[in-house]
């Protein structure tokens, strides 16, 4: 079992539309928690820290779960610019290495 | 531009050749990390340097693997008798300790090596 799993889509929506992610880790003793935004052929960049608490930046919110290891990433309102594949990503140890899921793809259409 | 830069972009490569790779980090960031990464995979970790020490890594990295970092700042990873399952984007990350907030990983555009 892959230590973070993600959905890998492709996520086909239309301009507007309100698109949700999931992901689950196995790892109990997880301590950090990431969305990456990724676009093609480009390097991975950070898109927002998830938080116990959930947190939000404008479109962009995310959840954590820790009891059940699941953590989602809620956009609203699509825009084209969005289309990008999205990283869950998890921090566990010391020397803040990262583990990534395979990512999850989407594409905004007009 | 002050972000994390690697070099060669690209690499072409037979089987059995050794190659090397090159990243600059971010000026005083003294976290460098190797990920690599496959076709419709996210990046896999393969190791980490805290200034020159190597830290961490993976049981990816074979004995053919060897990274060095040995002033603390630029990294170099090398590949020795390439196969074809080494073909991949070789991605470069580096953070700093002394950040307030999680010490954000900023990642360089990868060197994507092709095995023939």
């Known amino acids: 079992r892959k230590e973070v799993e993600q959905d890998p889509g492709p996520f086909n929506v239309p301009e507007g539309a309100t698109v949700a992610f999931n992901c689950t880790y196995s790892?109990?003793?997880?301590?950090?928690f990431f969305w990456y935004r990724q676009d093609c052929r480009k390097e991975p960049k950070l898109l927002m820290s998830?938080?116990?608490s959930g947190n939000e930046d404008g479109r962009f919110t995310a959840q954590l779960n820790r009891a059940s290891q699941y953590i989602s990433l809620l956009i609203r309102d699509s825009k084209l610019s969005d289309s990008a594949t999205y990283l869950c990503?998890?921090?566990?140890?010391?020397?803040?290495?990262?583990?990534f899921g395979a990512g999850t793809r989407l594409a905004v259409h007009p | 531009d002050t972000g994390v830069s690697q070099d060669p972009r690209h690499k072409i490569t037979k089987r059995g050749q050794n190659v090397t790779f090159r990243c600059d980090p971010i000026?005083?960031?003294?976290?460098l990390y190797w990920y690599r990464q496959t076709l419709g995979q996210g990046p896999e970790f393969l190791t980490y340097?805290?200034?020159?020490?190597?830290?961490?890594k993976s049981r990816l990295l074979s004995d053919r693997f060897s990274a060095e970092r040995p002033k603390g700042s630029f990294s170099t990873l090398e590949i020795q008798r390439t196969e074809q399952g080494d073909s991949a984007m070789y991605l470069c990350?580096?953070?700093?300790?002394?950040?307030?907030?999680?010490?954000?990983?900023?990642f360089g555009p990868g060197t994507r090596l092709t095995v023939l």
């Open positions: 990350a580096s953070s700093s300790i002394t950040d307030r907030s999680y010490n954000e990983q900023f």
């Open positions: 790892n109990s003793a997880s301590q950090s």
């Open positions: 998830v938080y116990s």
């Open positions: 990503v998890v921090k566990t140890g010391g020397y803040n290495k990262l583990i």
């Open positions: 000026s005083e960031h003294n976290r």
């Open positions: 340097f805290q200034n020159e020490a190597q830290l961490e």
